[in-house]
């Protein structure tokens, strides 16, 4: 399957990516993860884009998009892939289009996961993560909490709160997400390949999804 994966922070993209790449071998893909894979990896396009983080500096678009078609041609998207949280704007939806045509790819469906803001707020501010940047296990004080004393259960490690899961950081990310991606949800239902899914059940989400790319 080929998948965009649309959604506000916190709205469980991660999850569900992860239950579909169990269901069928296709690979999660997020820019910044290739990003950082690229940094590390010390290759040409990702010493450009190092250059870029460490001033500060949002990452080109081109940049991006050439490092997102090096990441595309890699053996392993042979099965299929889900783009987590790509694109963010129009631009890059559009660029993205051009980049799967020339692929000669084509996306199955963009799934938009449409969560309450309270649910976020919720998740979010529960959420810690372990201070240990070889490590990085999430978890939540209410579902999944880390050990009494607020280690990392893997590592030992503390289990931290981000200074961008504070209810204000939060709001604000909100705010910045639906102004930007309220203009892509309508891109998308345009070219006949949106998918709204508002159910908080990562399962049910990812039935309806097998649903709707048979």
Known sequence: MRIVLLGAPGAGKGTVAKLLTDYDGSVQISTGDILRNAVKAKTKLGLEAQGYMERGELVPDKLIMDIMEARLREPDCGEGFIL?????????????????????????????????KEVILDRLTTRRTCSNPDCQEIYNIKSKPPTPDGKCIKCGSPAVQRADETVEAITKRLETYNEKTTPLIDFYRKEGLLKSISSLSSEEIVSQIKVAIK
């Not at 051009?98 to 963009?110: A, P, T, Y």
């Open 84 to 116: 987590d949280g790509f694109p963010r704007t129009i631009p890059q939806a559009e660029a993205l289009r051009e980049l799967l045509k020339k692929l000669s790819l084509k996306v199955d469906v963009v799934v938009n996961l449409d969560v309450p």
